[in-house]
């Protein structure tokens, strides 16, 4: 019996140190990452790359450029959905919040022609859907409307060419979540609306377009982050397969610089920048060097970034991302489910992006 009662005792004894040192590493993990949240926040305005900030943080928004400024267009705030638009001039460094407000939406999009921003989609309060079609004048700071969205939905993408809006994808708010193929086209000179070819696998995804062909990248299928990468020949109406990406992306934003895709953020890896060659058709990975200061889960993993200087990109999703000449703009965005939303202007140079240093 006593040879019994002190082996209890070496199994409690080893039990609770083993608690201990259990308790004693998560402590220190969480003291850790303390350190590391507030060194982020703290050197993130050291960054010459973000010294420029909105004045209402934001996500789920389209940014668009006129000229040398750009214009930031609602989406989502700490309170809400919000209408408000800030122009940001690249040159001078100035930010504006303008006196004329959109209806309050996210997750819309928006296109330029003949100096004009063209705005529909999204949802808004209450989460109605959005079909109103907004012009909004940067010269004038006014506001007009256009014939209504037909097939209102959100987290849908775009591109202007000849005149005319091409909407992709996207997802409807009845029943929410339903992903769809369609292709929205709207002609700016008649105010009317037409369809295009179906998309090959319906999801929220991001386009670019070059040459009369829109590239349609990775995206959200309802279910799954997925690796389609597909073309749609604007003057034939026809769609076809490419390679699939050599990664799953989600929430992330594109824009053509040269001869190559640039694509900025992902739902999960918040730091990933990916480009694409048009004349090798690969994909690389740049090193961004980010920052990233919340726990991410996947697959019931966390994962944590810390600040690294001189970072390419600061780590987001949900982000907006446009150029003006050679350099591009990432703007706002946020970093978690339940994070904030976030107010940094991010600026990288073309000839910094082909310098980076690839994986």
Known sequence: MMGNRSGRDAVGKQGGAGFSDTLVRILLSLFVIGIAVWFSRSHLQKSAKTKHRLIIPRY???????????YILGGSAEDGQVGDIERFNTVTGKVTLMKT?????RYHTAEVYDGKIYITGGYGEGNQSNSRLEIYDPETDSLGEGAPFPSPRYSVSSVMADGKMYIFGGSWLRPRG??????????????KWTEGASMLLGRQTDVVEKDGLVYAIGGYDGKIAVKNFEVYDIKKDRWAKLPDLPFEISAHHCVIMGNKIYSFGDYYELDRVWAYDFNSNKWDVIMSRGIHDVFQPRKSMFKIYHYQPCAIYLASRHNAVVKVKETVYIIGGNNSTYGPCLGYIQSVTHENLL???RK
């Open 101 to 105: 407000k959109l209806l309050p939406r």
């Open 178 to 191: 339903r992903i769809s193929y369609k292709v929205d086209i709207y002609d700016v000179k008649t105010d």
């Open 355 to 357: 310098r980076a240093a």
């Open 60 to 70: 789920g928004m389209p940014a668009i450029a006129v000229g040398e400024c750009l």
